[in-house]
């Protein structure tokens, strides 16, 4: 079954604490995506990858940090320098074919900061 | 500055009444438009997508979405809605061949009424 893969579904973590969401795909494709989701807003871009061992900042990468370390695996690190984490967080991925084609998406992990 | 609007943030129909969803943007360029649905806690699921030829594109679960570029408009519409389409739509446009990123509308939320 192929598919994008976010764990865990729920995450709670104390203030102060790092803490890392997984995003696996077996799509075998090139682009991964963060985005990051509060309600009645649309989506933020966190960080995006477009190849292995490569990424760049979206519009909201302070207080993030991620690694592709594989084509498969683009970990997110919510680290205790983000202010306000507690959201939605949305995993995509993309075929790179050379124009901004369609990005699917993960199910999803919701952070809530105690 | 490019930009994706959703002016209604709240839409209520009735079951089996026709519904039109609202998507205008701002780009210099060629647009390439997409509809996502997401249900309550979930991923994002594409609708259907556009990126050039016939204007009225057909995509899943009965929905279609014209392009109009003399009104930058990329309205989702469907005939007959059922309660299962209950959900948050969300309208965004891909920025170019060299940007690989989606920029995206805030999202309108769809209640049917029994």
């Known amino acids: 079954d192929g598919g994008i893969t976010q764990s865990p579904k729920y995450l709670f973590r104390k203030e102060g604490q790092n803490v890392t969401l997984s995003c696996e795909q077996n799509l075998n494709h090139d682009a991964m995506y963060w985005y990051r989701q509060d309600p009645g807003q649309g989506l933020r871009l966190i960080y995006y990858s477009q190849i292995v061992n490569d990424f760049q900042k979206g519009d909201i990468a302070e207080g993030y940090s991620v690694s592709r370390e594989k084509k498969e695996s683009f970990p997110l690190t919510v680290t205790s320098a983000q202010k306000n984490p507690t959201a939605f967080y949305l995993c995509a991925a993309r075929l790179t074919s050379g124009r901004p084609d369609t990005q699917y998406f993960g199910p999803g992990t919701r952070l809530t900061v105690l | 500055a490019q930009s994706v609007t959703q002016p209604d943030i709240h839409i209520t129909v009735s079951e089996g009444a026709s519904l039109e969803l609202r998507c205008n943007y701002s780009?210099?360029?060629?647009?390439?438009l997409f509809w996502y649905v997401q249900s309550p806690g979930q991923g994002l699921q594409l609708l259907l997508k556009?990126?050039?030829?016939d204007t009225l594109v057909q995509g899943i679960k009965g929905f279609e979405a014209e392009f109009k570029r003399s009104q930058s408009s990329f309205n989702l519409r469907k005939p007959s809605v059922h309660w299962s389409d209950a959900a948050e739509y969300f309208c965004?446009?891909?920025?170019?061949?060299?940007?690989?990123?989606?920029?995206w509308g805030a999202g309108t939320k769809l209640i049917i009424k029994p």
């Open positions: 556009y990126f050039s030829g």
């Open positions: 965004a446009v891909g920025a170019g061949y060299s940007n690989y990123q989606l920029i």
């Open positions: 780009y210099g360029a060629t647009p390439y």
